[in-house]
């Protein structure tokens, strides 16, 4: 098989392609025949070594695929070789074929693409967990979206569509205002959000903010939220300004995170909570979200936006593509 290697931790250009013997499955894995994988931010993030929990190099990042099932391991009941699949978690995705956890994979209809499934799993999972439960945003609620133009920004913004939020702010590039805006979002200068959202909300705040960055912005995000608001946080992309790891960046960011108050927030009505898909335990939950998912596909409630589509070989260009904030939207890249 092909597998995308980091040698090291550092810029784009430390992954390679590297010949790999085809791994087999063990007891409850799957080996899928990878199509399409997905571009995180947390692959890039582990690529830097800056990523909780990612192995060290030499690794292969990835952890959202779709394909076909290659073959089954031991006590695998529900599925066959063949079956077009989708999966998510862990790592290893950048790969002609990869190993995941059963749980962790299902079966998609014929009438989905590759391309649309692979664009799906991290981002609208992620999501779910941030919007529909436990974020819980209800009819009526607003909510503010961090990086509002990219793969989670677009699924969080069609699940509060579906949560019935009534305003749904978004911070982006400015050159990406035009495309958010068109989508239903009202785009906020991402500078200076907290006073738009002030300003927009007549002081009231909002009642939930997604936050992938971290660092001070977090305790900005904090602020904009009114009586019964809560952040969501899921990223430390403060602690990535650059395409290199920064020992210096990575500190000042580490320095500046917020130490919230239990008290202060008892005494204000607001709340933080944190979402790690890959360390989601609550596999029962993670299946209901994956059926409301897929049925809000077949309605036509969701449907992915893809921006681009790389070859196995220009992997380390689609990384580039997506820290030079590009991409509107799923970046993929094509292993078939």
């Not at 790592?91 to 299902?106: D, E, M, P, Q, R």
């Not at 205002?177 to 989508?183: M, T």
């Not at 049925?295 to 070989?313: A, R």
């Amino acid at each position: 098989m092909e597998s995308v290697i980091v040698t090291r931790h550092g810029d784009p250009d430390c992954m390679e392609l590297q010949e790999l013997p085809t791994p087999s499955p063990g007891t409850g894995e799957i080996c899928i025949r990878v199509s399409k994988a997905g571009i995180n931010f947390a692959d890039i993030l582990a690529r830097m070594g800056l990523y909780p929990g990612a192995p060290n190099p030499p690794f292969t990042p990835g952890m959202e695929v779709s394909g076909t099932v290659h073959e089954v391991g031991p006590d695998v009941d529900d599925f066959e070789v063949g079956d077009r699949v989708v999966g998510s978690g862990g790592s290893g995705g950048y790969s002609t074929h990869t190993i995941s956890k059963a749980a962790t994979v299902f079966k998609i209809p014929d009438d989905v693409t590759f391309d649309l499934a692979a664009a799906f799993p991290a981002v609208y999972l992620t999501s779910y967990l941030m919007v529909i439960h436990p974020g819980d945003l209800q009819p009526g609620e607003s909510i503010l979206i961090h990086g509002a133009a990219g793969g989670v920004g677009l699924a969080a913004t069609e699940l509060a569509k579906i949560a019935g939020a009534k305003n749904i702010f978004g911070t982006c590039s400015p050159n990406k205002h035009a495309f958010i805006s068109d989508n239903g979002v009202l785009p906020i200068d991402r500078d200076n959000f907290l006073a738009e959202i002030m300003d927009w909300t007549k002081g009231k705040g909002v009642d939930l903010v997604l936050d992938p960055i971290g660092g001070e912005h977090l305790m900005q995000s904090y602020r904009c939220l009114g009586s019964g608001g809560r952040v969501c946080s899921f990223g430390i992309s403060d602690m990535a300004p650059t395409k290199r790891k920064s020992q210096w960046a990575r500190f000042k960011s580490w320095l500046t995170f917020p130490k919230f108050d239990p008290l202060k927030m008892m005494a204000s009505n607001r709340g933080v909570f944190g979402i790690h898909l890959g360390r989601w335990k609550n596999l029962d939950h993670l299946e209901k979200a994956k059926n409301d998912l897929l049925k809000w596909i077949e309605e036509g409630k969701i449907n992915p936006h893809i921006d681009k589509v790389f070859s196995k070989e220009q992997v380390s260009e689609a990384h580039h593509y997506i820290q030079d904030r590009k991409n509107i939207g799923k970046v993929l890249i094509d292993f078939d």
